[in-house]
């Protein structure tokens, strides 16, 4: 029986914040930024949600909801250093560990010292799931002392058959919690659940479901995957088997490498813009960021994205496939303003991204050869040789130079 732990620390950035400086402790915290500065909520440590602030809220709302609250900038190279020490901390359980992000991480126990030991030990039978489960129980509360005595920090642990059980199992008792479930324990707890509270689906989903019947985990359990295809693609399976924990992916070492899904880039704009002219102009400074870094890392890539967000806090996200593999910032925005045009409703936004997935290694790629491409090609190559010497400020394209007339 395969084992999987899902760790999250518990309030990350808050709790780190709050190690750094004692006296904020038991006090409302909240990291995204100064009050008076226009964000969203980075982190909210536990005090601060009692409030009802959460990660994603404007700071303004948050300050609005407990004004009385400490307000800090958020300090990546920190959260990072700190992660970095929880990692090594796990590394003594097993080395099969995947980090999920800055503060989450996925552990194969299966083969671990430890669990085999506690196994042998205590005379478990590893066909029967819930024995192996409450014995890995033991593996997962030594790994969160061994978190707490390296960085001071509390984590919450999912343990489970697969990763989207474990992950799931960390969100249920948060924080400093433990939790392990067998499928079919994850199926009583989740079945009578909205689905919304599945891990990758949201509130659009969520109502498109709702559309055709399908409020619960169970009846979406249930309801028949052709069906489910037709109506949502692959998602749709990927939903059902969701709703059944399902789950056969691995968990990848973070020495094998992950590879990378997409890049992008999103900017919140000092305030609301419904002038076309000049949210052509983020666009387009977006796409070339985007395109930059790309041929920078090495990547091509098939699909463009564009993320905005309204004065209503409603967030749109198109996707449009292209016919050939790119890194090409000039294809980016030209895609990526043509989703934008056709999905804005004229309403000011508040944030705006251009982002590409479906990323392979440019390595050995074959591009376009016609004199046309060839041409654009070799000024984009002089442009990236200029910046690389002088700075990305060195070079703007002159669409781009509007993004800054917001005031």
């Not at 085999?116 to 030990?121: G, I, P, T, Y």
């Not at 920078?296 to 016919?323: C, E, M, N, W």
């Not at 990323?359 to 074959?366: D, F, I, R």
Request: with cysteine.
């Amino acid at each position: 029986m395969r084992i999987v732990a899902h760790l999250d620390m518990d309030a990350f950035f808050a709790s780190v914040e709050e190690k750094l400086n004692p006296h904020l402790a038991g006090k409302p915290l909240v990291v995204g930024g100064d009050r008076t500065r226009r964000g969203v909520v980075s982190a909210a440590n536990y005090p601060a949600r009692e409030f009802g602030i959460h990660a994603g809220m404007p700071i303004a709302t948050a300050v609005r909801l407990c004004p009385e609250a400490a307000f800090l900038e958020g300090d990546p190279k920190k959260y990072v250093h700190v992660s970095l020490q929880v990692l090594d901390s796990l590394k003594e359980f097993t080395p099969l560990i995947e980090p999920f992000s800055i503060d989450e991480a996925f552990l194969d126990l299966t083969e671990s010292p430890r669990l085999v030991d506690a196994l042998r030990s205590g005379g478990v039978d590893r066909t029967d799931p819930a024995a192996v489960l409450n014995a890995a129980g033991d593996v997962a509360r030594a790994m969160q002392r061994s978190v707490m005595r390296r960085v001071g920090l509390s984590a919450t642990i999912g343990i489970a058959p697969n990763k989207y059980i474990a992950k799931m199992g960390s969100g249920l008792k948060k924080p400093r919690g433990l939790t392990a479930l067998t499928q079919e324990m994850y199926r009583e707890i989740f079945w009578p659940r909205p689905v919304q509270d599945l891990w990758g689906i949201g509130e659009k989903t969520a109502e498109s479901l709702g559309k055709l019947g399908i409020r619960t985990v169970g009846q979406l359990a249930k309801f028949p995957r052709e069906f489910l295809t037709y109506h949502f693609g692959l998602n749709g399976d990927r939903m059902r088997d969701a709703a059944w924990g399902e789950d056969d992916s691995p968990v990848i070492p973070f020495y094998d490498g992950v590879a990378v899904k997409s890049m992008g880039h999103e900017f919140t704009l000092e305030k609301d813009l419904a002038d076309r002219v000049r949210i052509g102009a983020h666009l387009l400074r977006l796409s070339d960021q985007v395109g930059r870094r790309m041929r920078q890392d090495g990547y091509l890539g098939r699909i463009v994205s564009v993320k905005f967000r309204d004065q209503s806090f409603k967030t749109t996200i198109r996707q449009r496939a292209l016919p050939e593999l790119t890194d090409d910032e000039t294809q980016i925005h030209k895609v990526s303003a043509a989703l934008f045009d056709e999905n804005w409703d004229r309403r000011p936004i508040r944030l705006i991204g251009v982002s590409m997935s479906g990323l392979v290694s440019g390595a050995g790629k074959q591009r376009e050869l016609f004199d046309a491409d060839a041409h654009r090609r070799k000024m984009t190559e002089a442009v990236d040789s200029l910046r690389d010497k002088f700075g990305d400020a060195a070079l703007v394209r002159a669409g781009a130079l509007q993004w800054g007339n917001d005031e």
